[in-house]
């Protein structure tokens, strides 16, 4: 009964590098979400896929941020040419479509940009 | 341009009093609102729930009443325990297909013991 789980917790990055941040969904949740929460800041939702649908991607901040999710279920969150401003903890959620509306997250990943 | 808005930052209730947390939305649109939990490096966790056709939902300690017209919600924990200390966000829903959920900045409970 694993919940959603991401990697890696903590990233270090320098400044115009990219980095890979990794979700796995709950076993048979069709939604999966990515937010992120920046410095006193709520959560920022990032990027949305349903099944095999195409993924609703208008919370992306700008083209640097990309995601894919492979056969329905592990999702890659990808930024590129990292800037400081990127640095937050990003959350990954999955849900049961019609579920009613319960988003259950992960533990996130603390991106520190230097 | 916060939609979901929680005023308060932070709040300090003795242990077995009420803690009172407040949610304001901007967004007639939303239908559906929720509370969620979160500890220092968790993931945030669902609490409790709302749909816009009630006026209040009760899960054990754990009250959530909506007042639509003043477009306000607010989360009661009676008694609070100190394993209550945590942050607490709203979150609203506009159902669409997305089921995108609109986050508040949060409040910081401190149940003192």
């Known amino acids: 009964g694993a919940g959603v789980s991401q990697s890696p917790s903590n990233k270090v990055t320098e400044k115009g590098k990219d980095v890979e941040l990794r979700c796995d969904p709950i076993s048979g949740h069709t939604a999966l979400y990515w937010y992120r929460q920046s410095l006193g800041q709520g959560l920022e939702f990032l990027i949305y896929?349903?099944?095999?649908?195409?993924?609703?991607k208008s919370g992306l901040p700008s083209d640097r941020f990309s995601a894919e999710r492979t056969g329905g279920s592990v999702s890659t969150l990808t930024i590129q040419r990292t800037q400081q401003e990127d640095s937050a903890v990003y959350l990954c959620?999955?849900?049961?479509?019609?579920?009613?509306?319960?988003?259950?997250f992960g533990p996130g990943t603390r991106l520190t940009v230097t | 341009d916060q939609q979901v808005k929680q005023n308060s930052p932070s709040l300090s209730v003795q242990e077995g009093r009420i803690s009172i947390l407040n949610c304001d939305y901007t967004?007639?649109?939303?239908?559906?609102f929720l509370w969620y939990k979160k500890y220092p490096a968790e993931g945030p966790t669902f609490l409790i729930s709302i749909s816009s056709i009630k006026d209040k939902n009760e899960d054990g300690r754990f009250t959530v009443f909506l007042n639509k017209s003043a477009k306000h919600l607010s989360l009661h924990i009676v008694p609070s325990q100190p394993g209550d200390s945590a942050v607490y966000f709203c979150?609203?829903?506009?159902?669409?297909?997305?089921?995108?959920?609109?986050f508040g900045t949060g409040t910081r409970l401190t149940v003192i013991p």
């Open positions: 967004n007639s649109m939303f239908d559906y």
């Open positions: 896929f349903q099944g095999n649908s195409a993924p609703d």
């Open positions: 979150a609203a829903s506009d159902g669409t297909g997305a089921n995108n959920l609109f």
């Open positions: 959620a999955s849900s049961i479509q019609g579920a009613g509306r319960e988003q259950y």
